[in-house]
T-cell receptor, first 105, second 113 residues
Framework: GIQVEQSPPDLILQEGANSTLRCNFS?????LQWFHQNPWGQLINLFYIPSGTKQNGRLSATTVATERYSLLYISSSQTTDSGVYFC???????FGQGTRLTINP | KAGVTQTPRYLIKTRGQQVTLSCSPI?????VSWYQQTPGQGLQFLFEYFSETQRNKGNFPGRFSGRQFSNSRSEMNVSTLELGDSALYLC????????????FGPGTRLTVT
């Protein structure tokens, strides 16, 4: 089956910093999605991005489908950005292991 | 529009018992998918229902089953509970299934003692 790798596994930053999270797929997918899981377990869909670039406020994402990877950019981080970020894709929505982001004030 | 709702939010059961979890999708969404999240295995796909039919199934034993009703609400059942079934169970709704944007509910946290 499809394998999803996310990097880095952990990231600790100061408020105001920028960050880039990466997601690699072992095979092509046509439904790549990025999620943020808050401390209470709720998964929020940030982007549905099979290809190209999308922006939503301080967050943006780019998927290069031909090279089977996606990037999530977070600019001017805030403490509320803390949590675990997951990418997922494929017919049975395979998830990566996540990147745990901690933003310190 | 109201979001995806799941009931109950927390549940404690004993080994050998069975449990039923419920998920109500966003109005108009015909697909409901279920996922299990554990610290060791991460997020794993259980199954997907679309218009009352199971379309996809993950690699879980037959103790895990589900169904979907005509109003798109879905239930999942776990029989003969094991300690390893302790997990956060999440459901997601979407217009067209896993290949479309998924909206997740708050989850049901199941503890098996």
């Amino acid at each position: 089956g499809i394998q999803v790798e996310q990097s880095p596994p952990d990231l600790i930053l100061q408020e105001g910093a920028n960050s880039t999270l990466r997601c690699n797929f072992s095979d092509s997918v046509n439904n790549l999605q990025w999620f943020h899981q808050n401390p209470w377990g709720q998964l929020i869909n940030l982007f549905y991005i099979p290809s190209g670039t999308k922006q939503n406020g301080r967050l943006s994402a780019t998927t290069v489908a031909t090279e089977r990877y996606s990037l999530l950019y977070i600019s001017s981080s805030q403490t509320t950005d803390s949590g675990v970020y997951f990418c997922a894709g494929a017919q049975k929505l395979v998830f990566g292991q996540g990147t745990r982001l901690t933003i310190n004030p | 529009k109201a979001g995806v709702t799941q009931t109950p939010r927390y549940l404690i059961k004993t080994r050998g018992q069975q449990v039923t979890l419920s998920c109500s999708p966003i109005s108009g969404h015909r697909s409901v998918s279920w996922y299990q999240q554990t610290p060791g295995q991460g997020l794993q796909f259980l199954f997907e229902y679309f218009s009352e039919t199971q379309r996809n199934k993950g690699n879980f034993p037959g103790r895990f089953s589900g169904r979907q009703f005509s109003n798109s609400r879905s239930e999942m059942n776990v029989s003969t509970l094991e300690l390893g079934d302790s997990a956060l169970y999440l459901c997601a709704s979407s217009l067209g299934g896993a290949v479309t944007k998924q909206y997740f509910g708050p989850g049901t946290r199941l503890t098996v003692t």
